[in-house]
C-alpha cells in the first residue's frame, strides 16, 4: 500500500488520516490550518492596525 501523504504540511500520515474533503491531514490541527486564509505575506484572518506614520512638524 502506498503511503499516504498530509496535504498540508507533507508529513507521512500514521493511523487514521483525517479526511475533509478529497484533502487527506495527518492531524486535526493540519486540516484546521489548512483552512484557514492566508496570503503570501503571511496570516490574514488576524486583525491588525494599519501601521502609523507620524511626520514631523513642518519648519515655516
Known amino acids: 500500500m502506498a503511503e499516504l501523504r ?12 483525517v ?3 478529497a484533502r487527506i491531514y495527518c492531524t486535526e490541527a493540519c486540516a ?5 486564509s492566508k496570503d503570501c505575506g503571511g496570516r490574514t484572518d488576524s486583525v491588525t492596525a494599519p501601521p502609523v506614520v507620524e511626520l ?5
Open 32 to 36: 484546521f490550518e489548512a483552512g484557514r
Open 6 to 17: 498530509c496535504d498540508n504540511c507533507s508529513d507521512i500520515v500514521e493511523g487514521e488520516p
Open 19 to 21: 479526511q475533509r474533503g
Open 56 to 60: 514631523p512638524p513642518q519648519a515655516e
